[in-house]
């Protein structure tokens, strides 16, 4: 019923930037918090920023100052511009998503697939 579908991840050199970019698809739900986690291999996956229903917004200490998360409410969308880029920032990043519908008889996690993200000179 419900597929968070992520883009906007490639091969970026240190020090630039890319945009991620996750859309809830569906119908007949309502989108909370969203955010974005990451997964280096051989690591554990992280909250890299996240976004509350009403504006607020945390983040990792190795991104402060660099990521950006937003969302477009309109279209269940949400965002994180990434800048300043770091080799080790190099990891699958995931959209995750708190959804719920009137349908269903609680509120459910969403996760996408992942997009990869590679920063290397």
């Known amino acids: 019923q419900v597929q968070l579908v992520e883009s906007g991840g490639g091969l970026v050199q240190p020090g630039g930037s890319l945009k991620l970019s996750c859309a809830a698809s569906?119908?007949?739900?309502?989108?909370?918090?969203m955010a974005w986690y990451r997964q280096a291999p051989g690591k554990q996956r992280e909250l890299v920023e996240a976004?509350?229903?009403?504006?607020?917004?945390n983040y990792a200490d190795s991104v402060k100052g660099r990521f950006t998360i937003s969302r477009d409410n309109a279209k269940k969308t949400v965002y994180l511009q990434m800048n300043s880029l770091k080799p080790e920032d190099t990891a699958l990043y995931y959209c995750?998503?708190?959804?719920?519908?009137?349908?269903?008889?609680?509120?459910?996690?969403?996760w996408g697939q992942g997009t990869q993200v590679t920063v290397s000179s």
């Open positions: 995750n998503a708190r959804i719920s519908s009137d349908t269903w008889p609680r509120d459910y996690a969403f």
């Open positions: 569906g119908s007949a739900f309502s989108v909370a918090d």
């Open positions: 976004v509350t229903t009403g504006g607020s917004t």
